[in-house]
Protein backbone atom coordinates (compact mmCIF):
# COMPACT_ATOMS: atom_id res chain seq x y z
CA UNK A 1 0.00 0.00 0.00
CA UNK A 2 1.49 3.69 -1.07
CA UNK A 3 2.54 5.47 1.90
CA UNK A 4 0.21 8.73 2.21
CA UNK A 5 3.69 10.86 1.63
CA UNK A 6 4.44 10.05 -1.68
CA UNK A 7 4.21 11.09 -4.87
CA UNK A 8 2.22 10.43 -7.41
CA UNK A 9 4.59 9.68 -9.78
CA UNK A 10 6.11 7.20 -7.25
CA UNK A 11 3.13 5.04 -7.52
CA UNK A 12 2.27 5.26 -11.34
CA UNK A 13 2.20 2.07 -12.70
CA UNK A 14 5.51 2.41 -15.48
CA UNK A 15 3.35 2.72 -18.58
CA UNK A 16 6.34 4.26 -20.65
CA UNK A 17 8.42 1.27 -19.52
CA UNK A 18 6.05 -1.57 -20.20
CA UNK A 19 5.14 -0.04 -23.96
CA UNK A 20 9.02 -0.16 -24.29
CA UNK A 21 8.81 -3.49 -23.33
CA UNK A 22 6.44 -5.04 -25.30
CA UNK A 23 7.69 -3.26 -28.38
CA UNK A 24 10.93 -4.33 -28.19
CA UNK A 25 9.77 -8.17 -27.36
CA UNK A 26 7.86 -7.31 -30.63
CA UNK A 27 10.70 -6.41 -32.60
CA UNK A 28 12.91 -8.79 -31.87
CA UNK A 29 10.80 -11.47 -32.65
CA UNK A 30 9.93 -9.98 -36.10
CA UNK A 31 13.78 -9.65 -36.69
CA UNK A 32 14.42 -13.29 -35.16
CA UNK A 33 11.56 -14.76 -36.59
CA UNK A 34 10.50 -15.81 -33.12
CA UNK A 35 6.69 -16.27 -33.26
CA UNK A 36 6.93 -16.59 -29.70
CA UNK A 37 8.15 -13.93 -28.76
CA UNK A 38 5.86 -11.96 -30.59
CA UNK A 39 2.78 -13.98 -29.32
CA UNK A 40 3.67 -13.51 -25.73
CA UNK A 41 4.10 -9.37 -26.76
CA UNK A 42 0.60 -9.37 -27.71
CA UNK A 43 -0.82 -11.19 -25.15
CA UNK A 44 0.99 -9.45 -22.27
CA UNK A 45 -0.78 -5.82 -24.31
CA UNK A 46 -3.91 -7.16 -24.19
CA UNK A 47 -3.47 -8.50 -20.98
CA UNK A 48 -2.35 -5.13 -19.43
CA UNK A 49 -4.70 -3.20 -21.92
CA UNK A 50 -7.54 -5.59 -20.22
CA UNK A 51 -6.39 -4.45 -17.12
CA UNK A 52 -6.33 -1.15 -17.37
CA UNK A 53 -9.67 -1.02 -18.49
CA UNK A 54 -11.30 -3.19 -15.19
CA UNK A 55 -9.85 -0.87 -13.29
CA UNK A 56 -11.32 2.27 -14.65
CA UNK A 57 -14.71 0.38 -15.46
CA UNK A 58 -14.88 -0.97 -11.65
CA UNK A 59 -13.65 2.45 -10.58
CA UNK A 60 -16.56 4.49 -12.37
CA UNK A 61 -19.41 2.07 -11.65
CA UNK A 62 -18.74 1.82 -8.08
CA UNK A 63 -21.37 4.33 -6.20
CA UNK A 64 -21.32 4.50 -2.37
CA UNK A 65 -24.27 6.40 -0.30
CA UNK A 66 -24.56 7.09 3.31
CA UNK A 67 -27.86 6.32 5.28
CA UNK A 68 -27.51 8.81 7.57
CA UNK A 69 -27.61 12.64 8.39
CA UNK A 70 -25.80 15.10 11.23
CA UNK A 71 -27.37 14.65 14.71
CA UNK A 72 -26.91 15.62 17.96
CA UNK A 73 -26.56 12.87 20.57
CA UNK A 74 -25.95 12.72 24.23
CA UNK A 75 -23.24 10.60 25.95
CA UNK A 76 -23.31 7.15 25.96
CA UNK A 77 -25.71 7.09 22.12
CA UNK A 78 -25.12 4.86 19.70
CA UNK A 79 -25.40 6.06 16.20
CA UNK A 80 -25.86 3.85 13.54
CA UNK A 81 -23.77 4.40 10.44
CA UNK A 82 -24.96 2.35 7.17
CA UNK A 83 -22.84 2.23 3.81
CA UNK A 84 -24.57 1.15 0.44
CA UNK A 85 -22.22 0.49 -2.17
CA UNK A 86 -23.99 0.04 -6.22
CA UNK A 87 -22.44 -1.31 -9.10
CA UNK A 88 -23.89 0.71 -11.83
CA UNK A 89 -22.51 -1.30 -14.40
CA UNK A 90 -23.08 -4.53 -16.96
CA UNK A 91 -19.30 -6.16 -15.39
CA UNK A 92 -18.74 -7.73 -12.13
CA UNK A 93 -16.46 -6.02 -9.78
CA UNK A 94 -14.62 -8.78 -8.47
CA UNK A 95 -12.80 -6.91 -5.39
CA UNK A 96 -14.08 -3.44 -4.10
CA UNK A 97 -12.32 -2.57 -0.36
CA UNK A 98 -14.57 -0.02 1.16
CA UNK A 99 -13.35 1.74 4.06
CA UNK A 100 -15.34 4.45 6.32
CA UNK A 101 -12.95 6.81 8.16
CA UNK A 102 -13.11 7.99 11.84
CA UNK A 103 -10.73 10.36 13.13
CA UNK A 104 -7.70 8.62 14.18
CA UNK A 105 -7.31 11.14 17.71
CA UNK A 106 -11.01 9.76 18.80
CA UNK A 107 -10.06 6.30 19.02
CA UNK A 108 -7.08 6.53 21.05
CA UNK A 109 -7.98 6.71 24.71
CA UNK A 110 -10.02 3.76 26.80
CA UNK A 111 -12.73 3.69 26.49
CA UNK A 112 -12.14 5.64 23.29
CA UNK A 113 -14.28 9.17 22.81
CA UNK A 114 -15.62 7.01 19.67
CA UNK A 115 -15.87 2.76 20.08
CA UNK A 116 -16.89 1.32 16.74
CA UNK A 117 -19.52 -2.05 17.10
CA UNK A 118 -18.91 -3.92 13.94
CA UNK A 119 -16.86 -3.59 10.44
CA UNK A 120 -15.54 -0.15 8.96
CA UNK A 121 -13.20 -2.05 6.68
CA UNK A 122 -14.74 -4.69 4.46
CA UNK A 123 -14.22 -5.88 1.40
CA UNK A 124 -17.15 -7.01 -1.30
CA UNK A 125 -17.79 -9.01 -4.51
CA UNK A 126 -19.97 -7.15 -6.46
CA UNK A 127 -22.41 -8.28 -9.07
CA UNK A 128 -23.69 -6.48 -11.88
CA UNK A 129 -26.43 -4.26 -11.43
CA UNK A 130 -26.26 -5.38 -7.37
CA UNK A 131 -25.65 -3.62 -4.38
CA UNK A 132 -24.18 -4.51 -1.07
CA UNK A 133 -24.37 -3.47 2.73
CA UNK A 134 -21.82 -2.30 4.82
CA UNK A 135 -23.31 -1.39 8.82
CA UNK A 136 -21.49 -1.12 11.87
CA UNK A 137 -22.85 1.70 14.85
CA UNK A 138 -20.36 3.56 16.84
CA UNK A 139 -20.67 4.43 20.65
CA UNK A 140 -19.88 8.11 21.90
CA UNK A 141 -18.25 7.80 24.86
CA UNK A 142 -17.23 11.71 25.15
CA UNK A 143 -18.48 14.93 24.33
CA UNK A 144 -17.23 16.50 21.23
CA UNK A 145 -17.87 17.02 17.41
CA UNK A 146 -16.60 13.99 15.30
CA UNK A 147 -16.60 13.50 11.71
CA UNK A 148 -17.95 9.95 10.94
CA UNK A 149 -16.33 9.69 6.94
CA UNK A 150 -16.22 9.61 4.11
CA UNK A 151 -16.22 6.32 2.66
CA UNK A 152 -12.71 5.65 0.25
CA UNK A 153 -13.23 3.13 -2.15
CA UNK A 154 -10.26 1.32 -3.68
CA UNK A 155 -10.17 -1.25 -6.59
CA UNK A 156 -7.79 -2.67 -8.59
CA UNK A 157 -7.25 -5.36 -11.25
CA UNK A 158 -6.02 -8.83 -10.68
CA UNK A 159 -2.79 -8.77 -11.24
CA UNK A 160 -1.97 -5.66 -9.00
CA UNK A 161 -0.54 -3.70 -11.87
CA UNK A 162 -3.15 -0.91 -11.10
CA UNK A 163 -5.20 0.47 -7.95
CA UNK A 164 -7.53 3.01 -8.26
CA UNK A 165 -8.95 5.00 -4.85
CA UNK A 166 -12.46 7.32 -4.90
CA UNK A 167 -13.86 9.52 -1.61
CA UNK A 168 -17.41 7.61 -2.57
CA UNK A 169 -19.36 9.45 -0.32
CA UNK A 170 -20.00 12.79 1.52
CA UNK A 171 -19.28 12.33 5.75
CA UNK A 172 -21.55 13.08 8.57
CA UNK A 173 -21.09 15.23 11.64
CA UNK A 174 -21.77 14.04 15.23
CA UNK A 175 -22.00 16.47 17.82
CA UNK A 176 -21.99 15.12 21.60
CA UNK A 177 -23.44 17.21 23.82
CA UNK A 178 -22.11 17.10 27.09
CA UNK A 179 -23.25 15.92 30.60
CA UNK A 180 -25.46 17.81 32.75
CA UNK A 181 -25.21 17.77 36.60
CA UNK A 182 -28.14 19.28 38.36
CA UNK A 183 -26.68 21.53 40.94
CA UNK A 184 -28.06 21.90 44.38
CA UNK A 185 -27.43 25.38 45.00
CA UNK A 186 -26.30 28.27 42.96
CA UNK A 187 -25.73 31.17 45.01
CA UNK A 188 -23.38 33.19 43.13
CA UNK A 189 -24.93 36.80 42.92
CA UNK A 190 -23.40 40.21 40.35
CA UNK A 191 -23.14 43.44 42.04
CA UNK A 192 -26.18 44.29 40.33
CA UNK A 193 -28.69 44.83 42.81
CA UNK A 194 -32.38 44.11 43.14
CA UNK A 195 -32.74 40.58 41.69
CA UNK A 196 -33.59 36.93 42.27
CA UNK A 197 -31.48 35.80 44.97
CA UNK A 198 -31.33 36.93 48.75
CA UNK A 199 -28.34 38.88 49.84
CA UNK A 200 -26.64 37.38 53.23
CA UNK A 201 -25.26 40.64 53.74
CA UNK A 202 -27.65 43.88 53.68
CA UNK A 203 -25.27 46.27 50.75
CA UNK A 204 -28.93 47.48 49.00
CA UNK A 205 -32.34 46.60 49.88
CA UNK A 206 -34.68 45.41 47.53
CA UNK A 207 -38.20 46.89 47.98
CA UNK A 208 -39.78 43.86 45.91
CA UNK A 209 -39.37 41.55 48.74
CA UNK A 210 -40.43 42.24 52.16
CA UNK A 211 -38.43 40.26 55.26
CA UNK A 212 -40.42 42.35 58.22
CA UNK A 213 -41.58 45.18 60.17
CA UNK A 214 -39.83 46.92 63.50
CA UNK A 215 -39.62 50.22 65.15
CA UNK A 216 -38.38 52.73 63.70
CA UNK A 217 -35.30 54.45 64.48
CA UNK A 218 -33.32 57.60 63.41
CA UNK A 219 -32.24 57.60 59.86
CA UNK A 220 -34.92 55.56 58.54
CA UNK A 221 -36.15 57.27 55.23
CA UNK A 222 -39.77 57.83 55.22
CA UNK A 223 -40.60 56.31 52.09
CA UNK A 224 -40.10 52.79 54.33
CA UNK A 225 -42.46 53.89 56.80
CA UNK A 226 -45.24 50.85 57.66
CA UNK A 227 -48.39 53.47 57.63
CA UNK A 228 -50.71 50.95 58.21
CA UNK A 229 -48.93 49.71 61.46
CA UNK A 230 -48.06 52.84 62.10
CA UNK A 231 -51.79 53.53 62.49
CA UNK A 232 -53.00 50.64 64.61
CA UNK A 233 -50.37 50.52 66.91
CA UNK A 234 -50.11 54.74 67.19
CA UNK A 235 -46.46 54.55 66.78
CA UNK A 236 -43.68 54.61 64.14
CA UNK A 237 -42.95 51.36 62.14
CA UNK A 238 -40.55 50.54 59.26
CA UNK A 239 -40.47 48.59 56.50
CA UNK A 240 -37.83 45.85 56.31
CA UNK A 241 -36.45 44.66 53.06
CA UNK A 242 -34.04 41.39 52.21
CA UNK A 243 -31.26 42.50 49.76
CA UNK A 244 -30.81 40.83 46.74
CA UNK A 245 -28.66 40.38 43.81
CA UNK A 246 -29.49 39.04 39.99
CA UNK A 247 -28.13 35.03 39.20
CA UNK A 248 -26.87 36.16 35.63
CA UNK A 249 -23.28 34.13 34.53
CA UNK A 250 -20.89 35.06 31.65
CA UNK A 251 -19.16 31.69 31.51
CA UNK A 252 -15.52 32.19 30.96
CA UNK A 253 -13.58 29.20 29.62
CA UNK A 254 -9.89 28.98 29.25
CA UNK A 255 -8.80 25.87 27.68
CA UNK A 256 -5.26 27.39 26.23
CA UNK A 257 -2.96 24.66 25.91
CA UNK A 258 -0.28 26.43 28.02
CA UNK A 259 -2.46 26.19 31.15
CA UNK A 260 -4.28 23.01 30.90
CA UNK A 261 -1.47 20.44 30.51
CA UNK A 262 -1.91 17.46 28.43
CA UNK A 263 -1.25 14.90 30.96
CA UNK A 264 -4.67 16.02 32.41
CA UNK A 265 -6.61 15.44 28.75
CA UNK A 266 -9.47 14.91 27.92
CA UNK A 267 -10.05 14.54 31.81
CA UNK A 268 -9.65 17.96 32.64
CA UNK A 269 -10.74 19.73 30.20
CA UNK A 270 -14.41 17.24 30.03
CA UNK A 271 -15.03 18.29 33.38
CA UNK A 272 -14.81 22.03 33.24
CA UNK A 273 -17.18 22.10 29.88
CA UNK A 274 -19.47 19.34 32.08
CA UNK A 275 -19.50 22.35 34.99
CA UNK A 276 -20.41 25.33 32.42
CA UNK A 277 -22.55 23.46 30.93
CA UNK A 278 -24.48 22.61 33.80
CA UNK A 279 -24.48 25.76 35.50
CA UNK A 280 -25.87 26.81 32.08
CA UNK A 281 -28.67 24.78 32.47
CA UNK A 282 -29.08 25.80 36.69
CA UNK A 283 -29.68 29.43 35.26
CA UNK A 284 -32.06 28.14 32.53
CA UNK A 285 -34.21 26.65 35.02
CA UNK A 286 -34.22 30.11 37.07
CA UNK A 287 -34.52 32.04 33.68
CA UNK A 288 -31.68 33.96 34.27
CA UNK A 289 -29.48 35.20 31.47
CA UNK A 290 -26.20 33.42 30.36
CA UNK A 291 -23.66 33.75 28.34
CA UNK A 292 -20.45 32.21 27.22
CA UNK A 293 -16.70 33.78 26.39
CA UNK A 294 -13.88 31.37 25.84
CA UNK A 295 -10.29 31.08 23.58
CA UNK A 296 -10.93 27.69 22.91
CA UNK A 297 -10.98 26.28 19.05
CA UNK A 298 -14.66 25.45 17.54
CA UNK A 299 -13.60 22.00 16.33
CA UNK A 300 -16.56 22.72 13.00
CA UNK A 301 -13.82 25.20 11.99
CA UNK A 302 -11.15 22.58 11.57
CA UNK A 303 -13.42 20.63 8.70
CA UNK A 304 -12.52 20.64 5.43
CA UNK A 305 -14.95 21.98 3.16
CA UNK A 306 -13.60 20.57 -0.30
CA UNK A 307 -12.38 16.93 -1.65
CA UNK A 308 -15.15 15.20 -0.96
CA UNK A 309 -14.98 13.65 -4.54
CA UNK A 310 -12.34 12.19 -7.30
CA UNK A 311 -10.13 9.34 -8.28
CA UNK A 312 -6.86 9.71 -6.87
CA UNK A 313 -3.75 7.17 -7.13
CA UNK A 314 -2.62 7.43 -3.89
CA UNK A 315 -4.57 6.35 -1.10
CA UNK A 316 -3.19 8.70 1.32
CA UNK A 317 -4.22 11.47 -0.96
CA UNK A 318 -7.50 9.96 -1.07
CA UNK A 319 -7.45 9.80 2.86
CA UNK A 320 -5.69 13.23 3.58
CA UNK A 321 -8.49 14.79 1.23
CA UNK A 322 -11.28 14.07 2.88
CA UNK A 323 -9.96 14.45 6.88
CA UNK A 324 -10.35 17.03 9.28
CA UNK A 325 -7.91 19.69 9.68
CA UNK A 326 -5.79 18.99 12.38
CA UNK A 327 -5.13 22.82 12.73
CA UNK A 328 -6.79 26.19 13.05
CA UNK A 329 -4.77 29.24 13.05
CA UNK A 330 -7.44 31.95 13.50
CA UNK A 331 -7.17 33.59 17.28
CA UNK A 332 -11.04 34.49 17.21
CA UNK A 333 -12.71 34.05 20.56
CA UNK A 334 -15.44 32.00 20.58
CA UNK A 335 -18.05 34.10 22.01
CA UNK A 336 -21.90 33.97 22.82
CA UNK A 337 -24.09 36.96 24.16
CA UNK A 338 -25.69 36.88 27.39
CA UNK A 339 -29.30 35.72 26.77
CA UNK A 340 -32.07 33.98 28.27
CA UNK A 341 -35.05 30.48 26.90
CA UNK A 342 -34.06 27.47 25.46
CA UNK A 343 -32.18 28.51 21.99
CA UNK A 344 -30.02 29.90 23.94
CA UNK A 345 -29.12 26.78 25.83
CA UNK A 346 -28.98 24.93 23.03
CA UNK A 347 -26.45 27.48 21.32
CA UNK A 348 -24.27 27.14 24.89
CA UNK A 349 -24.60 23.47 24.91
CA UNK A 350 -23.49 23.03 21.11
CA UNK A 351 -20.82 25.32 21.56
CA UNK A 352 -19.31 23.69 24.72
CA UNK A 353 -20.00 20.18 22.96
CA UNK A 354 -17.63 21.25 20.23
CA UNK A 355 -14.35 23.40 22.04
CA UNK A 356 -11.25 22.37 22.13
CA UNK A 357 -7.99 22.92 23.10
CA UNK A 358 -6.23 25.79 21.63
CA UNK A 359 -2.72 27.45 20.92
CA UNK A 360 -4.22 30.61 20.17
CA UNK A 361 -5.37 33.15 22.71
CA UNK A 362 -4.17 32.83 26.70
CA UNK A 363 -7.09 33.89 28.78
CA UNK A 364 -5.08 37.13 29.85
CA UNK A 365 -5.45 38.13 25.68
CA UNK A 366 -8.96 36.82 25.93
CA UNK A 367 -9.85 39.42 28.67
CA UNK A 368 -8.21 42.22 27.29
CA UNK A 369 -9.84 41.09 23.98
CA UNK A 370 -13.15 41.01 24.93
CA UNK A 371 -13.59 43.03 28.26
CA UNK A 372 -15.91 45.65 26.17
CA UNK A 373 -18.36 42.90 24.94
CA UNK A 374 -18.57 40.99 28.07
CA UNK A 375 -21.72 42.41 30.05
CA UNK A 376 -21.13 43.87 32.96
CA UNK A 377 -24.49 42.73 34.47
CA UNK A 378 -23.63 39.55 34.81
CA UNK A 379 -20.99 37.36 37.34
CA UNK A 380 -17.99 36.72 35.24
CA UNK A 381 -17.61 33.04 36.39
CA UNK A 382 -14.09 32.12 35.18
CA UNK A 383 -13.21 27.74 35.14
CA UNK A 384 -9.23 27.72 34.55
CA UNK A 385 -6.89 24.91 35.67
CA UNK A 386 -3.46 27.08 35.91
CA UNK A 387 -3.15 30.63 36.40
CA UNK A 388 -0.43 32.69 35.38
CA UNK A 389 0.27 35.83 37.41
CA UNK A 390 -0.63 38.12 33.95
CA UNK A 391 -4.16 35.97 34.68
CA UNK A 392 -4.33 36.90 37.92
CA UNK A 393 -3.34 40.94 37.53
CA UNK A 394 -6.10 40.79 34.60
CA UNK A 395 -8.95 39.28 36.87
CA UNK A 396 -7.75 41.45 39.94
CA UNK A 397 -7.79 44.62 37.06
CA UNK A 398 -11.89 43.46 35.80
CA UNK A 399 -12.60 43.38 39.66
CA UNK A 400 -11.19 46.82 40.65
CA UNK A 401 -12.93 47.75 37.36
CA UNK A 402 -16.68 47.56 39.11
CA UNK A 403 -16.93 44.21 37.30
CA UNK A 404 -18.28 40.65 39.63
CA UNK A 405 -15.70 38.23 39.30
CA UNK A 406 -15.62 34.87 40.37
CA UNK A 407 -13.09 32.04 39.53
CA UNK A 408 -14.07 28.16 39.43
CA UNK A 409 -9.88 25.76 39.89
CA UNK A 410 -10.36 22.92 38.01
CA UNK A 411 -7.50 21.07 39.86
CA UNK A 412 -7.85 17.78 42.23
CA UNK A 413 -4.50 19.00 44.30
CA UNK A 414 -5.27 20.89 47.13
CA UNK A 415 -2.20 22.27 47.31
CA UNK A 416 -2.62 23.61 43.40
CA UNK A 417 -5.74 25.19 44.57
CA UNK A 418 -4.51 26.96 47.40
CA UNK A 419 -1.37 28.68 44.56
CA UNK A 420 -3.80 29.95 42.55
CA UNK A 421 -6.38 30.93 45.02
CA UNK A 422 -4.41 32.70 47.61
CA UNK A 423 -4.02 36.00 45.11
CA UNK A 424 -7.75 35.96 44.16
CA UNK A 425 -9.29 35.57 47.99
CA UNK A 426 -6.74 38.47 48.58
CA UNK A 427 -8.32 40.59 46.34
CA UNK A 428 -11.58 39.25 47.76
CA UNK A 429 -12.31 37.36 44.47
CA UNK A 430 -14.42 34.13 45.71
CA UNK A 431 -12.85 31.14 44.15
CA UNK A 432 -14.13 27.43 44.30
CA UNK A 433 -12.73 24.01 43.94
CA UNK A 434 -13.80 21.92 40.90
CA UNK A 435 -11.91 18.87 42.07
CA UNK A 436 -14.26 15.83 40.52
CA UNK A 437 -17.28 15.32 38.81
CA UNK A 438 -18.57 14.89 42.14
CA UNK A 439 -18.39 18.18 43.60
CA UNK A 440 -19.57 19.76 40.27
CA UNK A 441 -23.58 19.62 42.18
CA UNK A 442 -21.91 21.74 45.09
CA UNK A 443 -19.42 23.87 43.60
CA UNK A 444 -21.86 26.89 43.53
CA UNK A 445 -22.84 26.85 46.63
CA UNK A 446 -20.01 27.65 48.73
CA UNK A 447 -19.55 31.65 49.33
CA UNK A 448 -22.05 34.85 47.74
CA UNK A 449 -19.71 37.37 45.44
CA UNK A 450 -20.37 40.60 47.00
Not at 52 to 64: E, G, N, Q
Not at 194 to 218: A, F, K, Y
Not at 330 to 336: C, E, G, N, S, Y
Request: hydrophobic share 40%; aromatic share 4%; glycine share 6%.
Amino acid sequence: MPAPGQTQADHTPPRFAIVAGICALLLLGMVFGASLWIIVAIAAALLIGLNAWLTRTWSAAAIASREGHDCEVKIGSRVPVTITIANRSQVPILWLLVEDLLPRWATLHEPPALEVDGDRVSVFLIWSRDSKRMEYSVRCNRRGYFQIGPTILETGDVMGLYRRYRVGTEPQYVTVLPDVVPLTSYEIGSKRPIGEIRMRENVMDDPTRLRGIRQWQPGDPMRSVHWAATARTGSLHSKVYEPSSIVGATLVLDLHESTTPMKHEPARSDLAVTAAASIAASLHECNEPVGLATNGRDAADRIRQEGWKGDHRIRGEARASASMRDKNERLRPVLVAPGRGPVQLAEINRTLARLERTDGLTLTELLVECESQLSAETTLLVILQQCTSESIAALIGLARRGRAVAVMINTHDINDYSAIAGPLIAARIPTFHLSSRESVADVCRQTLLR
